[in-house]
């Protein structure tokens, strides 16, 4: 206040300062038109009176004149401090006037005027402003300022128009004659709109505060950084059982009572509302006196000013009870309610935890034996009886940290944390398989129960919860095939039916992908050396691994059903391309394509087999079937009438692999087939074996007596070659002639170079 008044009078002063060249100025010029006048007004004395009296007039005048200067030098000082004081007035943005002695308005700016809400500033003049102010402040600040101090005060006092106003005066003491206060200047500022303002805020402070002191709710402001605390509001205290001026002096104080597990995440989340501008939500405990637990839920929202993150607001509330709840509901949903152990879900979710921690456990799959019997027998009341009394004695065999559920029906699983070799496994298996085998007392009868129990390790047996649940399955079942209440670990056989499975899986896609293609093996006849047909053999593209041979997948379609659908594609397949070949090669006249036992027994083939002739325009004599000894035998009427169907088209049968199975020369007789393929076995041997020669030599005169072409496949040496011709084998096939290859490459080849081939 005191330095707003001392600025006022400095304007004041600077102003006069900045005026005083015109104020001398005008001073000279008095005494400097006044002095020649008195001169001569003396010389004119000399002139017409006579001394002395001339020289008295002179002084006389001189004196006149001298007065007449002064007197005209102080007008022009109050005329030049008028124009002054009437700047300032004007160019004043507060309102400024000049008071009496009694506190009345001697002169008032035009903007005073305004403020102060009259028609005009001149109405105010003569008014009594110090009446204008109830209580004493103003007029003690205006008798101070009489007194020649430099004084200010802050009031209220109504407009003419009655608006109440805030001002801020600041009174400065004119001095008159003799350097007595002749007036005082007066400037008031309105300061209403602040004054409002500050109103609101206050008002706003107390809603805050009392908002703050009776929310159960911790309201805090940190730096963006977090590093410093700007606001806490008191509930802190009471949520952290903590005083208010713990934290005055360790900001971090707040921090400590947080259980450690949950600080990072706490963290995380608030660095994570920083960075992404978004608010973000944590749970945390808070660790209180004598052991006890508070959860809390804390909403942090990132506070963004020119369109970055400023400061962190955050309200904290007490989420005990919500926690309790959900944890409640998570227990529920992950507990089975019939024995209190985990449930499907809770094992699930602990196997994913296990699988991402990386370290080495066991996943074991215990099934009760013949459970099924005791709810037939004895109900199911009974039954869970015993599933209970068998769960609560797994849970007590097993070691810290491991967990026991129980999926469903009579089924446990276990994972027990640590490595494992043989012999501790066997252990941990013996321990459990001891625990199900002890007695149960059920309405006074005592059952004895047994269980199969399959392990697999982890990472051996599978990296993920899926592998390892399939693993341990495969496990307990393998321990029930070995007769029940064993154990079984994973092993060789269960991978390699895992294998086998996951194959099947992809066959399913490979038919619809089309991933499947054949390639043909040339027959020639071994006489003329001619190409005179083909045998059609199915690969799998497969999408990983490469072309695969029939031997990688062949049993695994034939397990299946997929061989039908397999098959019935290779026949159209096989017969489109005996069409074509037919046109290029006319020489090369027929297409073998095999057939399983299974496609054998299909009661499509005969139909589907039809249908791919007729659409293809081939002749059906061109098609041979070639099915396996097996295939016949296996159902001999059935077989028979396949054959006759097949026959009936015109369709000719080849007898496969002969030589490998019951090789019944009698069968030859009773299915007459068109051909007869002599195994790869014999053919190794032909060449370097006197007996295999012999037997071979008797097949094929018995085949060429009932009728029989004789085909040799595998045949890799020119002497295997030789020897065939000398026993009089009709075609030969093998890797010494041609591999199998793709149709278009076989379509490419001449006459010539097959004539060349069989030497
Ligand atoms: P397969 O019908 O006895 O076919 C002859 C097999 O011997 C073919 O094996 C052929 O590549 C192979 N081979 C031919 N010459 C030689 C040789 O000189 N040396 C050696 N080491 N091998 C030779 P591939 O293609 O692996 O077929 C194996 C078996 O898979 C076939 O024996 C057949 O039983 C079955 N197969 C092939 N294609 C199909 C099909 O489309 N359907 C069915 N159901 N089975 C098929
Ligand atoms: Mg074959
Ligand atoms: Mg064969």
Request: charged share 25%; net charge negative; with cysteine.
């Amino acid at each position: 206040m005191q330095r707003g008044a001392n600025d006022f009078l400095g304007t004041i002063g600077e102003t006069i300062a900045r005026n005083r060249p015109y104020i001398e100025r005008a001073r000279r010029f008095g005494a400097l038109g006044l002095a020649p006048l008195g001169v001569l007004a003396a010389a004119c004395g000399t002139i017409f009176v006579p001394l002395p009296w001339n020289v008295l007039l002179g002084v006389l005048v001189f004196g006149a004149a001298f007065v007449v200067h002064r007197m005209h030098e102080a007008n022009r000082k109050i005329f030049v401090a008028r124009q002054v004081a009437h700047g300032l007035l004007a160019i004043a943005e507060d309102c400024l006037k000049l008071l009496s002695l009694e506190g009345r308005i001697m002169c008032i700016s035009e903007v005073g005027g305004q403020l102060i809400e009259a028609d005009h500033a001149d109405d105010l003049i003569g008014v009594d402003w110090l009446a204008l102010w109830d209580g004493p402040d103003a007029r003690r600040a205006f008798e101070r300022a009489k007194a020649g101090e430099s004084t200010s005060f802050s009031g209220a006092c109504r407009t003419m128009n009655g608006t109440l106003k805030w001002w801020t005066s600041t009174f400065a003491p004119v001095y008159g004659e003799h350097g007595r206060v002749s007036a005082v200047l007066c400037k008031s500022r309105d300061i209403t709109a602040e004054r409002n303002l500050i109103d609101e805020l206050r008002g706003n402070a107390r809603v805050q505060k009392d908002m703050e002191d009776h929310v159960d709710a911790v309201f805090w402001t940190a730096t963006r950084d977090f590093r410093e605390l700007l606001h806490v509001s008191s509930a802190f205290e009471r949520m952290w059982e903590m005083p208010m001026s713990a934290l005055e002096a360790d900001q971090t104080a707040w921090s400590q009572s947080v259980h450690p597990e949950d600080l990072p995440a706490l963290r995380d989340e608030m660095r994570t509302a920083v960075n992404t501008g978004a608010a973000t939500q944590s749970y945390f405990r808070l660790c209180l006196q004598h052991d006890r637990t508070r959860w809390v839920r804390a909403d942090i929202y990132p506070v963004i000013e020119d369109g970055a993150v400023s400061r962190v607001v955050s309200v904290c509330v007490d989420a005990t009870d919500e926690r309790e709840r959900l944890q409640e509901l998570h227990r529920l949903a992950n507990t089975d309610s019939l024995t209190g152990l985990a449930n499907r879900n809770a094992m699930m979710d602990a196997l994913v935890k296990r699988c991402e921690a990386l370290a080495p456990f066991a996943y074991l799959f215990i099934d009760i034996d013949r459970f099924k019997s005791i709810n037939d027998t004895a109900g199911h009341i009974a039954g869970d009886a015993v599933l209970r009394t068998i769960a609560r004695r797994i849970a007590e065999t097993l070691p810290d940290g491991a967990v026991a559920a129980r999926p469903g029906g009579d089924e446990f699983t276990v994972i027990l944390p640590g490595s494992f070799d043989q012999e501790s496994i066997e252990r941990a298996c013996r321990k459990l398989s001891l625990a199900c085998h002890r007695p149960i007392e059920i309405d006074c009868k005592s059952v004895t129960m047994t269980c199969s129990i399959g392990v697999a390790l982890y990472p051996e047996h599978g990296r993920t919860p899926e592998a390892l649940f399939i693993s341990a399955d495969m496990a307990m079942y393998a321990a029930k095939r070995a007769g029940r209440n064993t154990f079984r670990v994973f092993g060789d056989r269960e991978k390699d039916d895992l294998a086998r499975a996951h194959l099947e899986a992809q066959l399913h896609g490979a038919i619809r992908e089309k991933e499947f293609v054949l390639h043909y093996q040339p027959q020639y006849r071994v006489d003329s050396g001619a190409l005179v047909g083909v045998e059609a053999l199915l690969r799998w593209n497969h999408p990983q691994l490469g072309l695969l041979g029939p031997g990688a997948f062949v049993p695994v379609l034939e397990e299946s059903a997929l061989i039908v659908e397999a098959g019935h594609w290779v026949i159209r397949e096989a017969v489109q391309a005996g069409s074509q070949l037919a046109l290029a090669l006319p020489q090369a006249c027929s297409v073998a394509l095999n057939v399983s036992p299974k496609q054998f027994r299909d009661p499509r083939l005969v139909s589907v087999l039809r249908h791919a002739i007729r659409r293809a325009g081939i002749d059906s004599n061109r098609i041979t079937l070639e099915i396996t000894e097996s295939a016949l035998i296996d159902n001999v009427d059935d077989a028979q009438v396949v054959l006759s169907n097949v026959r009936a088209m015109g369709v000719r049968i080849a007898i496969d692999d002969f030589g490998t199975g019951y090789s019944s020369l009698s069968y030859l007789a009773r299915f007459r087939p068109d051909v007869l393929k002599l195994d790869k076995s014999f053919v190794d041997n032909i060449a370097t074996d006197a007996m295999v020669r012999t037997v071979v030599e008797g097949v094929i005169d018995l085949a060429h007596k009932l009728g029989v072409t004789v085909v040799a496949e595998g045949v890799e040496t020119q002497e295997q070659l030789d020897t065939l011709r000398d026993v009089r084998c009709d075609k030969v096939q093998g890797f010494l002639l041609s591999r199998p290859v793709l149709l278009a490459s076989l379509m490419m080849r001449t006459d010539a170079e097959d004539a060349a081939t069989v030497r």
